[in-house]
């Protein structure tokens, strides 16, 4: 997943910024309103933590920028517990959640699942398809109790494509997903599609998975019934 993560204070960014990476996601960091403000008009992001005191601007009005350029991204709003009312109008705008600082990663990592399940449809971590089951948590495929290995970017593939299941998903958009700011230097429209064929392969070892569509000249979609 592609995060924009909105802070000005140095170290509790760098901190999330650290946190997020290690735990597989790709983390843009902005410190300020005019650069995050660029940011979420130039790249499409999943997740957008957001500090509303910034220096140069209130984060408030990002919210409705993030609205009108990129309606998909998911917005947790970072603030102090004692800005209730900010809060609420933050909620208003429409951010789908909020956590007052300080906070620990696990509650911000809990939070973000929370809302990508309820946005998904999702009830746990764990979802299934058919015989097969994706446990997100653990970055795991099943197919009954048998193990299927993916490599790191496969996985990627499949949760991306599950988070916007019954949508159809373009090359670019998995492609911006993996790789964030060094899309450029390593694009190449075909990667997305060997990454398909084998995620293809390996969970078809054990079944046919119709459920994964290619959309002729457009992308891919998974398809949840
Ligand atoms: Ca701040």
Not at 56 to 64: C, F, Q, R, T
Request: hydrophobic share 40%.
């Amino acid at each position: 997943m592609r995060v924009l993560l909105v802070e000005d204070e140095e170290m509790i960014g760098r901190e999330i910024q650290e946190y997020l990476n290690g735990e597989s996601l790709i983390c843009d960091w902005s410190s300020n309103y005019g650069d995050a403000s660029e940011k979420i008009f130039v790249n499409e992001y999943d997740f957008i933590l957001l500090d509303l005191g910034l220096p140069d601007g209130d984060g408030l009005g990002l919210i409705k920028e993030i609205k009108e350029n990129s309606p998909n991204s998911l917005i947790i709003i970072l603030t102090a517990r004692s800005n209730v009312e900010d809060r609420v109008h933050g909620l208003e705008l429409g951010a789908d959640d909020y956590l007052a600082k300080p906070f620990s990663f696990l509650e911000l990592k809990a939070r973000m699942q929370a809302i990508l399940r309820r946005k998904s449809g999702w009830v746990k971590n764990i979802i299934n398809i058919g015989k097969f089951s994706i446990d997100i948590e653990a970055r795991k495929v099943y197919y009954l109790k048998n193990s299927i290995e993916l490599t790191h970017k496969e996985f990627t593939v499949l949760h991306f494509l599950l988070i916007h299941c019954n949508k159809v998903i373009n090359r670019y958009q998995i492609a911006e997903h993996l790789w964030g700011d060094h899309l450029e230097e390593e694009y190449q429209s075909n990667f997305i599609d060997v990454h398909i064929k084998n995620i293809r392969k390996k969970l078809g070892a054990f079944e046919p998975i119709n459920w994964l569509e290619t959309v002729r000249g457009v992308g891919y979609k998974i398809n949840t019934g």
